[in-house]
């Protein structure tokens, strides 16, 4: 859904009017909201906890509960650094439940909890919409077979099998697909 | 895959040998032309340009899909510091691809997250009628395993990360290319030939059906998207992505069409003896068997409707905002400058209705809700207009009830509901 990605950059995720509409219980505005960040947060909570399906089940649980108590819902200085910090501490409890929930295996192996990433900076975030957004606008074919890829984990030769192409095209659409996002993302690079 | 590795590896030690012929000094892997990708035929024909990455190449090594040769030669390509740096933004963007979901695992995230809300909110609300849900549909069961409140749901095609066994990567395959849930047994895909087709017709169709109260996303094989809409039955010609000959889709209900358009191979939606033909575009078609009237709306593009008995290449044209009507009869009306979000709002969950009779009103939420909805004679004529997200039942009754003074009630088992005085 780039237009939402689109129209929050010109309305400002941070906005006051923003955080108002949602406090006041406009469900368009939450949506969004959800819109416009849960891919970024998905992304960032999957790096501590590697599972696609729980990362968005704590995104979700996340956006529940601020719906749940949208009228408490506190002015933010910057939304983003908001919803980016509760989704780390909600990451980080889920790890300390499955650790304490390991130390009950007989083969819990003690080993070191994973690096803490840390917060991202607002640099990044929007360096993730961007890369969603990019991704959505590579040509229809092209991103199917990106998507079959990066998100499913299918081999080149299990893609083409699939879709009754050549693995010879496979290949060539994915190098197109990532020359398309370094021509659309380039400018992202310091 | 070796033998692709090993051309490869030729090509590129060739045409390194080549370039540094002519212009001794750093290697560069040059642009490897392609028939299949119009954009660098050009570069066949010249020299190649100069220090531009071979992608495919490159996209292999981010997937560890590279034979040693082939690592060698991205290195020396990535001798510089600039192109190590471009390397390491390029590494970066692929990982993170991976973990961002797509737009259809977004939708459905929302869809997932909203009817949780509508709970949440139903159950905080005091008092008032307390209405029974219709029915979940059976099997459904959300990621933590339970059985979710029926609202309506989008089946987007993106089961969660899976083990890397083969019978789980040919689910996952399977779940992507028809219709699957994260539970089975909802849409299903079906191999059925069509009632009264001849035996030895072309072969049978894919088919995808949704009950009331479901949705479904449907990757199709040409990179197409179809969202399906509730009660409604696609089917598909399998084509496959290089077969010549029009693509053809069989629609009854309601469905929007994102097409990845091909000049060669026309996309055509057969529904309610209406034949939409895709131009390039983004277009919604509805013709549930009771309405009496097809509709197609078109957000983006151009499509060219016509009367299934009409010749190709007459009808109408719509364009983005045009809203298209065939009656049983073949007249066809254009109404341009539409809202077509009001239109197509239910693939973003939203409840829409224009000036549309109790009536309409009462069939459309029977087959969101999957209840029976009983209108009084004295009600069913009247209009109403309505625009709000599809929240749980008795909220959109109330909202249609109440401007028009009249009451809703639900029958002792609650699957059906009365609404009149």
Redesign the interface.
């Known amino acids: 859904m780039s237009d939402s990605s689109c129209s929050l950059r010109q309305l400002g995720p941070d906005s006051l009017e923003w955080q108002a509409r949602v406090r006041a219980g406009d469900e368009r505005a939450f949506e969004m909201l959800f819109r416009a960040f849960a891919p970024g947060l998905c992304a960032f909570v999957h790096r501590y906890v590697a599972s696609r399906a729980v990362a968005e089940e704590v995104v979700q649980d996340l956006f529940l509960a601020l719906w749940r108590h949208r009228e408490a819902f506190a002015v933010h200085e910057r939304v983003s650094a908001y919803l980016y910090t509760a989704a780390r501490n909600r990451a980080l409890n889920h790890l300390r439940r499955e650790r304490l929930a390991d130390r009950w295996h007989a083969d819990a192996s003690g080993a070191a909890p994973a690096a803490d990433p840390g917060a991202p900076g607002e640099g990044e975030l929007l360096g993730l919409l961007e890369l969603q957004d990019a991704i959505e606008h590579l040509p229809a074919r092209c991103r199917l077979i990106f998507v079959l890829h990066r998100q499913h984990e299918l081999t080149y030769g299990e893609i083409a099998s699939s879709l009754g192409l050549s693995v010879k095209t496979v290949e060539t659409q994915m190098g197109r697909a990532l020359k398309t996002l370094r021509a659309r993302l380039d400018h992202q690079r310091p | ?1 070796p033998r ?1 590795c090993e051309v490869y590896a030729a090509r590129i030690v060739a045409a390194v040998r080549c370039r540094a012929a002519a212009h001794p000094g750093p290697e560069t892997i040059v642009v490897d032309g ?1 028939a ?2 119009r ?1 660098s035929r050009a570069d066949e024909q010249g020299a190649p340009r100069a220090g531009e990455p ?7 090594w ?2 560890g ?1 590279c034979g040693a040769a082939e690592r060698a030669a991205v290195e020396r390509w990535a001798a510089t510091p600039s192109r190590r ?2 390397l390491a ?2 590494r970066a ?2 990982e ?8 259809a ?3 459905a ?2 869809l ?3 009817s ?2 509508h709970e ?1 909110d139903d159950a905080h609300s005091a008092g008032g009628r307390a209405a029974p849900q219709p029915a979940p549909p059976p099997g459904v069961r959300d ?2 395993g339970r059985r979710p409140r029926s609202r309506p749901r989008v089946l987007a095609l ?5 083990a ?1 066994s083969p019978w789980r ?1 040919r689910a ?2 399977a779940a ?2 028809s219709v699957a849930a994260t539970a089975a047994g909802l849409a299903y895909a079906a191999q059925r030939r069509p009632a009264g087709a001849d035996p030895v017709a072309p072969p049978p169709m894919r088919e995808y059906v949704t009950k009331p109260g479901q949705r479904a996303t449907i ?1 199709l ?5 179809v969202t399906l809409g509730v009660a409604s039955t696609l089917r598909v010609r399998p084509y ?3 077969a010549p000959g029009a693509r053809e889709l069989f629609l009854e209900g309601e469905a929007v069409f ?1 097409v ?1 358009h091909d000049e060669r191979r026309p996309f055509l939606v057969h529904a309610g003896g209406a034949v939409t033909e895709d131009l390039g575009t983004r277009f919604g078609v509805r013709a549930y068997a009771g309405d009496g009237v097809v509709r197609v709306v078109v957000a983006e593009g151009q499509v060219a409707l016509r009367a299934a008995a009409a010749p190709p290449g007459s009808g109408a044209l719509l364009a983005a905002g045009d809203v298209g009507r065939i009656d049983s009869a073949g007249r066809a009306l254009v109404e341009q400058g539409a809202d077509t979000t009001a239109h197509l709002g239910w693939t ?1 969950g939203r409840l829409v209705f224009r000036d549309a009779t109790v009536a309409e009103v009462a069939a459309q939420l029977g087959r969101w809700y999957d209840v029976r909805v009983e209108v009084a004679p004295a009600v069913a004529g009247r209009r109403v207009t309505v625009n709000m ?1 599809a929240g749980s039942l008795s909220a959109v009754l109330r909202a249609v009830t109440v401007p028009l003074d009249t009451r809703f009630a639900y029958d002792r088992e609650g699957r059906t509901v009365h609404v009149g005085p």
């Open positions: 895959m692709v392609d299949h990708d954009t071979d992608w495919p190449l490159l996209a292999r981010l997937a899909e740096a471009e933004a390029l963007w692929w993170q691809s991976a973990a961002l979901p797509s737009a695992a977004t939708d995230m929302w997932r997250l909203s949780r809300m949440a990621a933590r993106v089961p969660g990360r899976s890397r990567r996952t395959l992507v290319l990757d094989v040409d990179g197409s998207r496959g992505a290089s994102d990845a973003g997200p």
